[in-house]
Structure formats: C-alpha cells, structure tokens
C-alpha cells in the first residue's frame, strides 16, 4: 500500500525539479518582450530595467541597455510619461539588460504606429547584430518576414513552413 504514495511523491518531486529548471533556464537565458510592455507603473525607465538586472547573473548597466536600444534621455521619467514607442523600447531594454541568449518578441510593433514600428525593429536588429542575441519575433505581419534570418510560418498551432531569407532586408525597406 505505500507504493502508490511513494510514486506520486517521485511524480511530484520530478515535476517541481523539472519547473525549478525551466525557470532558472528562462532567467537566465531567455528575454521576453510583450506586444503591451508590462512595465511597472511606479517604477521609472532606469528603475524598470534595473529590476532585472538585480536576478540575472551578469547584467548590463540599466543605463547602457537603454543606450542600446537608443533611449538615454528620460531614464528617470515613468511610464505613463512615455510614448508607446519609448515604453516598447524600455520594455526591450529590460530584456536585453540581463544578456540572454534569446530574446522572444511578441508582437513588439502590434500596438506601434508605422514609423515607430520600424524604429522597434531597428532596434530589435541592433540588439541582434551588436550583442549576439538570437532574436524571435512572433507576429502577424508577414512583411516584418523580410528582416529575417529564417521564417517558420504556424497554422493552426503546428509549423507550416520553414523558409531561409537569402537576402535580408533592413527594418528601414520595409513596408506594410
């Protein structure tokens, strides 16, 4: 009768080992950049990105992240005092800040006008070229394609097609 109690306490412990492994795997080798920034509102630019850096294990200066991503002039503004564009480029930042490895982008110009949207993606291909970090943009809009390294096309929740870019395009030769 203690066979049964001892394979779900196994079960169990797996599974907690297994999450404690993929969260240490997110922090410390994968950024994140959400379609609606999740900055923390009472937190100001340098602030928000300073919040990661403080759980990453060799981060960038907040102050140089936001360099990178070409916003140094109101670090101490918070979000509300800031455009979509600047939020967006606050929230890359952020991510870019603890050096990941790869950065996971979605949407990151949904709620972007035109010429901000490309701006984004200037940055986004910067952070790509400058730092090494392997960039995935999950979107909609299939002429950002363009920019990219390799295209995977998703229909309904399975991969549709792989496809290499011979010649990619810079975020400035875009349109849509």
């Known amino acids: 009768m ?8 196994i079960s169990t412990t797996t599974s ?3 999450a404690t492994l993929l969260t240490r795997f997110r922090r410390e080798h994968v950024g994140f950049v959400f379609q609606f920034y999740n900055l923390i509102p009472s ?8 919040l990661v850096t403080e759980i990453a294990e060799h981060p960038m200066d907040p102050a140089e992240a936001l360099g990178l991503v070409g916003f140094s002039g109101r670090l ?4 509300a005092q800031l455009s979509g564009g600047e939020q967006q480029r606050v929230a890359i930042a952020r991510a870019v800040a603890k050096r990941p490895e790869i950065l996971l982008c979605d ?4 709620a972007l006008d035109y010429a901000t949207g490309k701006l984004v993606l200037d940055v986004l291909e910067r952070v790509n070229r400058e730092v090494r970090t392997i ?9 950002i394609a363009g920019m990219a390294d390799r295209v995977v096309r998703m229909s309904s929740g399975a991969i549709a097609e792989i496809q290499g870019n ?3 395009i810079s975020p400035s030769e875009l349109a849509w």
Do not use: D, Q, W, Y
Not at 76 to 79: I, Q, T
Not at 135 to 143: G, M, R, S
């Open 2 to 9: 203690c066979r049964p109690a001892v394979k779900s306490t």
């Open 16 to 18: 907690l080992r297994r």
């Open 43 to 50: 937190l100001t630019a340098v602030e928000n990105v300073a």
């Open 76 to 79: 101490n503004h918070f979000p």
């Open 107 to 110: 949407e990151p110009t949904g």
């Open 135 to 143: 960039v995935a943009i999950i979107t909609h809009n299939a002429a």
């Open 166 to 168: 011979l010649k990619r």
